[in-house]
C-alpha cells in the first residue's frame, strides 16, 4: 500500500530563511506527487505537483525516486507562508490520493 | 467558478445518533470525493464517485457509514450510528481533468463531535 511519511509535525522559521519541507513516500510504481496547502480559516488547495516542474508562490519540489522523496523548498520564506502543508501521492488507475500527516510551517518575525 | 459547496459546517451528536451531510460539487466535476480528516492526520479517502457510480469504497465502514450520489452531482455522507472516533472533519472534493491531469478541489467541510 502507499504510504506518505512527513517526519515534522511543526517547522518554525524565521522571516528571510530557508524552508525546507520533508516528504517521503513508498510505492513501488510510478506515483504521481502532489504538496497541498491549508491556509487558517482557509479550504485545502493544490500548491504544486511534481508534473508541472513549476514554482509556485515561489516554493519548488523534485521528486527524487533514488531515496522516494519530495521535499517542498523555499529559499526566503515569507509571513503568509505560514500554514500547514499536506504531502499527497496518488498511483494506479483510480485517481486515489494518500495524503501524509502534514507539516504545520510557522513563519515568525 | 463557485468552489465545492458542503453543509452542515459544524455538527454536534451524541453516540449512537444518526447524521448526514451534504455535498454539491463544482458544476461539471463528473467525479467526486469523501475523505475523513481525524485531527493530527491528512485527509483519508472514504469514497470515490464517478458520475452515479462507485468507484471506490474500500475505505468506507460500511457498517456504519454509507454515501450515495443519485443524480450524478449532490451527494450525501450518512454516518448511523456514530461513535465518538468518528469525530473528525469531513471533507467533500471533485475534480477536473486538464489533459492527463486531474485536480481535486476541496470544500469547507464539515466539522464532526461525537459526544
Known amino acids: 500500500a502507499q504510504r506518505v511519511t512527513q517526519p515534522e509535525k511543526l517547522l518554525s522559521v524565521f522571516k528571510g530563511a530557508p524552508v525546507e519541507l520533508k516528504c517521503n513516500y513508498s510505492?513501488?510504481?510510478?506515483?504521481?506527487l502532489f504538496w497541498y496547502v491549508q491556509y487558517s480559516r482557509q479550504r485545502l488547495q493544490l500548491l504544486l505537483r511534481?508534473?508541472s516542474r513549476e514554482s509556485i508562490k515561489g516554493f519548488t519540489a523534485d521528486l527524487n525516486k533514488g531515496e522516494t522523496s519530495f521535499h517542498l523548498k523555499k529559499p526566503f520564506a515569507q509571513e503568509e507562508d505560514s500554514a500547514m502543508y499536506y504531502c499527497?501521492?496518488?498511483?494506479?488507475?483510480?485517481?486515489?490520493?494518500?495524503f501524509g500527516t502534514g507539516t504545520r510551517l510557522q513563519v515568525t518575525l | 467558478e463557485a468552489g465545492v459547496a458542503q453543509s452542515p459546517r459544524y455538527k454536534i451528536i451524541e453516540k449512537r445518533q444518526s447524521v448526514a451531510f451534504w455535498c454539491n460539487p463544482i458544476?461539471?466535476?463528473?467525479?467526486l470525493y469523501w475523505y475523513q480528516q481525524i485531527l493530527g492526520q491528512g485527509p483519508k479517502l472514504l469514497i470515490q464517485?464517478?458520475?452515479?457510480?462507485?468507484?471506490?469504497d474500500s475505505q468506507l465502514p460500511k457498517d456504519r457509514f454509507s454515501a450515495e450520489r443519485l443524480k450524478g452531482v449532490d451527494s450525501t455522507l450518512k454516518i448511523q450510528p456514530a461513535k465518538l472516533e468518528d469525530s473528525a472533519v469531513y471533507l467533500c472534493?471533485?475534480?477536473?481533468?486538464?489533459?492527463?491531469?486531474?485536480?481535486?478541489?476541496f470544500g469547507p467541510g464539515t466539522r464532526l463531535l461525537v459526544l
Open positions: 472534493a471533485s475534480s477536473s481533468w486538464k489533459g492527463r491531469r486531474e485536480t481535486q478541489y
Open positions: 458544476s461539471g466535476h463528473a467525479t
Open positions: 499527497a501521492v496518488m498511483a494506479g488507475t483510480a485517481s486515489k490520493l494518500t
Open positions: 464517485f464517478q458520475n452515479n457510480g462507485v468507484v471506490d
Open positions: 510505492y513501488s510504481g510510478s506515483p504521481e
Open positions: 511534481h508534473i
